[in-house]
């Protein structure tokens, strides 16, 4: 059966009251010419066939005494089975999970066998997002995380609940536990409502277009998260500070390479090495000077924290901060306690995120790899953290053949294709890893020791 | 469960794919099963503890019904009909004998 001939899934998931049921009306009722078959977990205000409803009690089919990944959804299969039976009254299928469904043995199900995979072909994850109340979802639900790594669209829906600054510090947080999906914003008039080529059509799954949509694929993983650029006079600044998640917080403060230095990307570049320096921390009463070099501020003691920076020479001064200056209340103010606010500023992808254990990072290498010492380590290294890696895609460049190699994975499910020739394309091998405690250290040591 | 399958020829796939097809056509006539039953074949493997290294999962999914399942100890090319027809045994009596 070629691609087309099987039946596309698409799924929803996010956390309770995210807007699924919402979005699913949107899906049935907008015109885009497809006769759409619903599964639900439970009976909503959508007129569904009761062959079509999973009872609210999952059931969980573990192959392999709980591991999760050999873990599918027998209630789902079940019904795909129903399903196939009316295979001419439907174009596709969307499958609206249970606020608290864990992605995974979802997903699996999809491709827990050859037929599985001819018959139906998971177009994607869609993970819809209460702005307003993500932060208590996501602190208390491992369910809430998973649904964020798995996704392949990720909906910040009740986007009008929020203020402009809270969406884009929550897309953030987002971006930090899945490098690879795409971010969509609900219009703020409308609950839910996005584009339906956004959710529908996504080929999340599909090998071919696996690595389409990825805003921060190709960005490094910076060793900050935020530059400011400030214009200073000559005197003595105070760098405020509040209590944050971390008892330090990294800092780079020089000047800028004249007035048309206004680049946070380019004045980055010049900044990336001087963090990767091992330096003591800095107490509060040490006097603070620009200059090209990294300075651990302490942030130990409880209760506000005060820095002092001094400027000999006016101009514009690059402020570079590990973490975000929110997260610890950073204030840069002059001797009479005026504000001074950044002339340009922008947030990095920090590639990590402090609380939440689920999260992202890539691989990237010209250098070719030794197929067979990949294939071990990968093989190893999904056996042993298989339950952790929830999601992973890449491409890669073996030694000795000129095929462009695609490769995804969920949990220990591993798919590879040939994507043509490497013709005219850098060759280079990139990898996304998605998942929970990741020992980045230890993975990419494990990777690049199969390198040809 | 599929397993890591890098190589870009997928060099086993088409023979592991007919095999699947076997098993799935004898479970069904071992079980007498009815058209609405779903037959689910997959090659594990794992790590975790209390886990063989390598078996077959054989699942049979049956509208309003729970399922049934039985395991063989091999990998998925080696599966013959009289593992199959073993396997489905001792998982009925080994339901039998739950049940007493």
Redesign the interface.
């Known amino acids: 059966m070629t691609n087309d001939q099987k039946v596309p899934i698409t799924v929803l998931t996010g956390f309770l009251g995210s807007g699924k049921t919402t979005l699913l009306n949107r899906i049935l009722t907008e015109t885009h010419g497809q006769r759409i078959a619903v599964i639900e977990n439970e009976f909503g205000e959508i007129g569904v066939d009761q062959d079509l409803v999973i009872n609210a009690e999952e ?1 969980i ?1 573990e ?5 999760i ?2 873990t ?1 959804r ?1 209630d789902l ?2 019904i ?3 399903l196939m ?1 009316r295979r001419d009254k439907f174009d596709r299928i969307v499958l609206e999970t249970t606020g608290m469904a864990n992605p995974g043995p979802v997903a699996q199900t999809f ?6 995979r001819e018959q139906f072909a998971l177009d994607g994850i869609v993970t819809l997002v209460d702005a307003l109340h993500f932060h208590l979802h996501i602190g208390n639900s491992e369910e809430a995380r998973e649904q964020i790594a798995f996704a392949d669209v990720i909906v910040l829906n009740k986007t009008d609940l929020v203020t402009e600054e809270e969406l884009d510090a929550l897309e953030r947080r987002v971006r930090s536990m899945n490098a690879l999906a795409r971010i969509v914003r609900a219009d703020p008039t409308q609950r839910a409502a996005v584009p339906m080529n956004t959710v529908l059509g996504i080929g999340g799954f599909d090998l071919a277009r696996a690595l389409e949509y990825k805003p921060t694929f190709l960005e490094p993983e910076y060793p900050f998260e935020w530059a400011g650029l400030f214009a200073l006079r000559t005197g003595d600044y105070r760098l405020e500070l509040q209590d944050g998640p971390d008892p330090t917080i990294g800092m780079v403060c020089m000047a800028s390479n004249g007035p048309s230095d206004q680049n946070p990307l380019q004045a980055a570049e010049r900044v990336f090495a001087l963090f990767s320096a091992e330096v003591e921390s800095t107490a509060q009463e040490t006097l603070l000077r620009p200059g090209p070099t990294l300075q651990i501020l302490d942030l130990e003691s409880a209760g506000p924290k005060q820095f002092t920076l001094r400027i000999e020479e006016p101009g514009n001064y690059w402020l570079f901060t590990q973490h975000l200056p929110e997260e610890f209340s950073l204030a840069v103010r002059d001797a009479s306690g005026v504000t001074s606010n950044p002339l340009a500023a922008h947030a990095f992808d920090p590639g990590h995120s402090h609380e939440d254990k689920v999260g992202s990072f890539s691989i990237e290498t010209e250098q070719p790899l030794d ?1 067979e010492k ?2 071990r380590w ?2 190893r290294e ?3 953290n298989g339950t952790n890696i929830y999601r992973m895609k890449g491409f ?1 460049n073996f030694k000795g ?1 000129d ?1 462009r ?1 695609v ?1 995804q994975c969920v949990h ?7 994507l043509g020739p490497w013709g005219d394309r850098t060759r280079r091998t990139q990898l996304v890893f998605i998942g929970r405690d990741l020992d980045q250290t230890s993975m990419i040591e494990g990777f690049e020791s199969c390198l040809a | ?8 020829n ?1 060099a086993s796939s088409a023979s ?2 007919e095999r ?2 076997d098993i ?1 056509r004898w479970t069904r006539e071992l079980l007498a099963l009815p058209d ?3 037959v ?3 090659e ?5 503890v ?2 063989p290294p390598m ?1 077959v ?1 054989v ?1 049979v ?3 309003h019904q729970s ?1 049934r ?1 039985c395991r063989i100890h091999s990998t998925l090319i080696d599966v013959h009909f009289d593992h199959l027809r073993n396997a489905w045994h001792c998982a009925h009596a080994l339901k039998d004998h739950t049940h007493d």
Do not use: W, Y
């Not at chain 1, 491709?111 to 599985?116: E, L, S, Y």
């Not at chain 2, 469960?1 to 870009?8: E, F, G, I, K, V």
């Not at chain 2, 594990?44 to 975790?48: A, D, F, I, N």
């Open positions: 059931e089919f192959m392999n005494n709980g591991c990944c050999c599918v027998g299969i079940r795909l089975g129903n039976k491709f827990v066998d050859d037929d599985m197929q990949f294939e990968l093989s999904l056996q042993i890669l053949t095929a190699v490769i220990m499910l591993t798919d590879t294709s040939v | 469960m599929d397993l890591l399958r890098l190589s870009p997928h592991s794919a699947c097809r799935k609405g039953a779903t689910i074949v997959s594990s493997r794992c790590t975790e209390g886990c078996e999962i699942a999914f049956e509208p399922h399942q």
